[in-house]
């Protein structure tokens, strides 16, 4: 099964950049899709950026711009390039992959990420942005 690890979470001004790695155990070419999610305090988790195999990658509208998701299937890592961070993106994120015998929907405005089958979560690394 695939198991995933975040890196790269910190505290950092607002308009500063910052990047964050997802680890996985296996070949993450497997997967269909990929995503990073965000749960701020007291906030319900959202999803932030999703990217399937040939490389297509969709984002919420609060980050689109700013962030930039893809992945490097030769070390199994997916990455999530942040740039003028702002305040409200301050959270914990997540990275989450599809099972290679899964699949995802991914679909909006809204934006939205469907994992179908077994589903794969990192234990999460926290983004704290300062004003």
């Known amino acids: 099964q695939v198991q995933l690890e975040e890196s790269g979470g910190g505290w950092v001004q607002a308009g500063g950049s910052l990047r964050l790695a997802c680890a996985a155990s296996?070949?993450?070419?497997?997967?269909?899709?990929m995503g990073w999610f965000r749960q701020p305090p007291g906030k319900e988790r959202e999803v932030v950026a999703a990217?399937?195999?040939?490389?297509?990658?969709s984002y919420a509208d609060s980050v689109k711009g700013r962030f930039t998701i893809s992945k490097d299937n030769a070390n199994d890592t997916l990455y999530l390039q942040m740039n003028g961070l702002k305040p409200e993106d301050t959270a914990m994120y997540y990275c989450?992959?599809?099972?290679?015998?899964?699949?995802?929907?991914?679909?909006?405005?809204?934006?939205?990420?469907?994992?179908?089958?077994?589903?794969?979560w990192g234990k999460g690394t926290l983004v704290t942005i300062s004003s």
């Open positions: 989450a992959a599809a099972d290679p015998h899964g699949g995802c929907s991914i679909s909006g405005p809204p934006f939205t990420l469907l994992f179908y089958g077994q589903e794969h």
């Open positions: 296996e070949s993450i070419h497997n997967s269909h899709c």
């Open positions: 990217i399937e195999n040939d490389g297509s990658a």
